[in-house]
Nanobody
Framework: QVQLVESGGGLVQPGGSLRLSCAASGSIFSIYAMGWYRQAPGKQRELVAT???????NYADAVKGRFTIARVYAKNTVYLQMNSLKPEDTAVYYC?????????WGQGTQVTVSS
């Protein structure tokens, strides 16, 4: 089993920044991709950013130029640097890890952008 634990969420004013972290532990022995998704109240979970095992990042259009995803492969950790935050970024942010045919999810961390 793989366990994912997110941290770094909180309350921030519009224009502010937060850095989310996700640490994976457990039976991790193969190549995998990691990513961040978010779910706002009343909405479906949506892609924020992903990063491949080769460190190729991919971003949703809504966050391009504001968010940056990075990973430290040896530590099984992925980060999401969020700048210029907007109220519409408010959501629970979930980390995931994909290895072969299995997808693992964290429990989520709340990000609230409000004045």
């Amino acid at each position: 089993q793989v366990q994912l634990v997110e941290s770094g969420g909180g309350l921030v004013q519009p224009g502010g920044s937060l850095r989310l972290s996700c640490a994976a532990s457990g039976s991790i022995f193969s190549i995998y991709a990691m990513g961040w998704y978010r779910q706002a109240p009343g909405k479906q979970r949506e892609l924020v950013a992903t990063i491949t095992s080769g460190n190729t990042p991919n971003y949703a259009d809504a966050v391009k130029g504001r968010f940056t995803i990075a990973r430290v492969y040896a530590k099984n950790t992925v980060y999401l640097q969020m700048n210029s935050l907007k109220p519409e970024d408010t959501a629970v942010y979930y980390c995931n890890l994909v290895r072969t045919s299995i997808t693992y999810w964290g429990q989520g961390t709340q990000v609230t952008v409000s004045s």
